[in-house]
């Protein structure tokens, strides 16, 4: 029976475990959308959202503690000014699990886990991209003026 046996354990020892999320959830902060396998996408989650609910809070103790989990400071300084600033009016459910369908090479099962919200930046950046490749192809359509004789 697995009475109180909660949590994966991803096939890894304790410490690999824990490095493991350490480094997804610091990589979910910085890049607000990370590609994983859904296990691990299901274990990040709940770490993650109390990390968010630690910048939340801003205090001082709060940042210590996230400091000892997340891996770099630049992290850190993101998820309380930017991130938590986002999330400051929701109660929970900061992150969101999209299945993506099998791996090639080993058939396991991909999921993107982001934070809600980041779709926006990615849609901006895709546009202001778009908008940037039709501003060049309109520029190289023009015909170049002709140069002035003095």
Known sequence: ????????????????????LRNLCTSLFEHERVTTTVQKAKETRPIAEKLITLGKSGSLHARRQAAGF?????????????????FADRKGGYTRIVK????????????????????LSVKKAEKAAAKAEAEKA???KKPKSEPDSE
């Open 70 to 86: 997340l891996l770099k400071a630049g992290v850190l300084q993101k998820l309380f000014d930017t991130i938590a600033v986002r």
């Open 100 to 119: 993506l369908g099998y791996r090639e090479g080993d058939g396991a099962d991909l999921a993107v886990i982001e934070l809600l919200g980041s779709e």
């Open 138 to 140: 309109k520029a190289s």
């Open 1 to 20: 029976m697995r009475h109180r046996n909660h949590g994966r354990k991803l096939g890894r020892p304790a410490p690999h475990r824990k490095a493991l």
